[in-house]
């Protein structure tokens, strides 16, 4: 018996220091709040039971730090604290009837939301921010302070009447389409994605430079004022007080009088929550008098006067059904679950993503497995357990595969890294067509009319196997080629006619004027992003010097660290690469930067308004134009405006302003030939 108590604590433990590691130094959970709190409290359980089987150093003992070395500690002038959470009605019931036993029945409470980021503790002095320093073990957290000033939410300066000395906190949190964006982001830029908003806004608030931060676009929100002089005697005054002197303070609140009241928020925002432009994950109910609130006091973690209340996360259980392996453009392969479809939040859930092999393995997930899925703070769903009790005795454990699903060749793994790579990547299909597809985006080569579809067909067709061949495509080798479905019936998912054969022709010709810089981002160079690409281009001009750049001269750039240098230099060595640019320039390629003619060109001390459509280049196609030869775009018609050039629906009011300011009103033709004479 007691060895398998004994057994029970070591399993325990050892499951939650791994999804510790996972959460605050991988920044990937990979267990659900819920489920964790759940274990927590079976071993707290065990342990209080048998004190002889715990382990010093047991998970129990101490709460999630997100410290790191890399910042300065400052020790908060009061701890902060977390809260008690609770996950039904009943326990808020309990919460609701110690605090009546101890402080009597005629009580008020807020409500509030519990905004699923990372908490913060901002110190004013004399109405400037003095401190922005993060939670950290409680006692002590890491300063933040130049991070947090990107912040636009955040006052920087108090206007009113506030204290002289105070702290006021909060939630720094990533809004759901930031999150998604910068995911996306990521993905191009060949980053691991973000899990969830709430580990996107951890890990940029932690980004060594803050200009970088600066990108992420965060918010923060603050619920909770501290100090000595507070100006009220009510949570909720001085919250709206904090509002006056500048806070973003939220307006979802509550005050409420009652159990049922406060049933009613938490139903209310159970299913509202999915409206909302950010995440939350339960909700928050405080003693709204703060000379109760001192009466009820603290416990060694918590307040007394408040507790949370935590959503569980809608959840399904469904069927595995198989497993399929993608391989992204570096090579990179996710595992994704396809689950016979149920309904989830909404939504008819088909598929799941299962990152990598290690999370399969956690998951211990075997073939035909029921299996729970969950859609909580990730927009992608995923499983988060399965269920034993179905399981069938013979069924198999679900290996990761060894060889690429596309091409056969066997995987790497790099030291310290979660992912599986196909290393064949002059040869790999999807990698290959991805490469493409990065090639003609909008960020890139901008190549209209070159979709999936198309890169598909033109590479199944042998046309397009690398991005050079795009530029030997004529009329004669596209017309007529169709793609068809696979199944019986053979139907044309495309094919190219007359008008998308010239379609794809003028977009081909148009990218030959890309600027070097989208060009160079074109190349798929890992870890070069759009900005990269931009500050590349600046201070190289050519890549002839851009490939015999030195790792000093490339790290000694803002925003370019040894791993974006390294990987730079890695692919001007391979003279594949080299090969590949040649042909690329022989197809008459920018490879360098515009000279900068804003002070001898064409349009040197003109300034232009461009109004309407067109029909030969877009409207960014003829400011870029104006701007490399020297003149000046203005979005208003003014006396100083020398050329309104007017296109297609141009604006009637830019047109009457024009012509009673005697503008010079011309057509897209009459402008290239004032460009061109
Ligand atoms: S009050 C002393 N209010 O939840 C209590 N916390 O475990 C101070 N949180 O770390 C916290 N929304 O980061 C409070 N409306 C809200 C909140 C909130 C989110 C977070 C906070 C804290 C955690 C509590």
Request: charged share 25%.
């Amino acid at each position: 018996m007691n060895n398998d108590i004994k057994t029970q604590i070591n399993a325990l433990t050892q499951a939650l220091n791994q999804h510790n590691h996972s959460y605050y130094v991988l920044n990937n959970p990979t267990i659900s709040d819920y489920a964790y709190d759940e274990l927590m409290q079976e071993l707290l359980t065990l342990e209080n039971e048998h004190p002889e089987f715990k382990d010093p150093d047991s998970p129990t003992q101490r709460v999630g730090s997100d410290l790191s070395n890399d910042f300065t500690q400052i020790t908060h002038q009061y701890p902060m604290l977390s809260l008690g959470n609770t996950y039904n009605e009943s326990e808020i019931a309990d919460f609701y009837q110690r605090v009546s036993r101890s402080i009597g029945d005629d009580i008020e409470y807020v409500c509030e939301l519990k905004y699923d980021g990372t908490s913060i503790s901002l110190s004013y002095e004399n109405g400037k921010l003095k401190h922005a320093v993060t939670r950290g073990d409680g006692e002590k957290g890491d300063d933040v302070t130049s991070n947090v000033k990107t912040i636009k939410s955040i006052p920087l300066k108090l206007k009113g009447d506030y204290p002289a000395n105070f702290e006021v906190r909060g939630e720094i949190f990533m809004p759901i389409a930031e999150f998604l964006k910068t995911n996306e982001l990521r993905e191009i830029e060949g980053e691991a994605p973000f899990a969830n908003a709430r580990n996107a806004a951890a890990g940029s608030l932690k980004m060594k430079k803050s200009a970088e931060m600066a990108k992420r676009k965060l918010d923060c929100l603050l619920y909770y004022m501290l100090g000595s002089e507070l100006p009220a005697n009510l949570h909720s005054q001085n919250l709206e007080k904090a509002r006056s002197w500048g806070f973003k303070i939220p307006e979802h609140y509550k005050i409420c009088k009652s159990l049922a009241e406060i049933y009613d928020f938490i139903n209310y925002w159970d299913k509202e929550r999915y409206n909302l432009p950010f995440e939350i994950d339960g909700i928050v109910i405080k003693v709204n008098d703060i000379n109760l609130q001192n009466e009820l006091g603290y416990t060694a973690k918590t307040p007394r006067w408040a507790i949370s209340y935590k959503f569980k996360a809608e959840e399904a259980c469904t069927q595995l059904l198989s497993v399929d392996y993608q391989v992204g453009r570096s090579g990179r392969i996710t595992p994704v679950a396809n689950l016979k479809p149920v309904q989830l939040a909404g939504t008819t859930v088909k598929r799941a993503s299962l990152h990598n092999a290690d999370i399969i393995a956690q998951l211990d997930l075997h073939e035909k497995d029921m299996v729970y899925v969950e859609k909580g703070g990730e927009i992608i769903p995923k499983i988060t357990r399965v269920e034993m009790s179905s399981r069938h005795p013979m069924s198999a454990p679900v290996r990761f595969i060894a060889h690429c699903p596309q091409c056969n060749t066997p995987l790497i793994r790099p030291d310290g890294e979660a992912a599986h790579l196909c290393p064949n990547d002059k040869v790999c299909p999807p990698q290959l067509k991805a490469k493409i597809e990065h090639f003609v985006s909008r960020k890139a080569l901008n190549i209209d009319s070159f979709g999936e579809q198309v890169v598909d067909l033109l590479f199944e067709k042998g046309l397009v196997r690398d991005v050079s061949d795009i530029y030997h495509l004529n009329y004669d080798n596209l017309i007529g080629i169709a793609r068809l479905s696979d199944d019986e019936e053979n139907k044309t998912l495309f094919s190219f006619k007359e008008k998308s054969t010239q379609n794809l022709l003028h977009g081909i010709a148009q990218s030959k004027q890309v600027p070097f810089a989208n060009v160079l981002f074109g190349l798929g160079i890992k870890h070069v992003g759009a900005t990269v690409a931009k500050t590349l281009t600046k201070t190289f001009h050519t890549i002839d010097k851009l490939s015999n750049a030195t790792l000093d001269e490339l790290t000694a750039l803002d925003d370019i660290g040894p791993k974006v240098a390294q990987s730079v230099i890695d692919y001007f060595t391979d003279s594949n690469n080299s090969a590949l640019i040649d042909r690329l320039k022989a197809s008459g390629l920018k490879f360098e930067s515009e000279a900068p003619t804003q002070n001898n060109g064409k349009f040197n001390g003109l300034s232009f308004v461009i109004s309407g459509t067109f029909a030969t280049f877009s409207r960014d196609e003829l400011k870029n134009t104006i701007e490399h030869n020297g003149g000046k775009n203005l979005s208003g018609v003014s006396a100083k405006t020398s050329y309104l050039v007017a296109g297609e629906n141009t604006g009637p009011s830019k047109l009457a302003k024009a012509e009673k300011l005697k503008v010079k009103i011309i057509s897209e033709t009459d402008f290239i030939d004032l460009l061109e004479h």
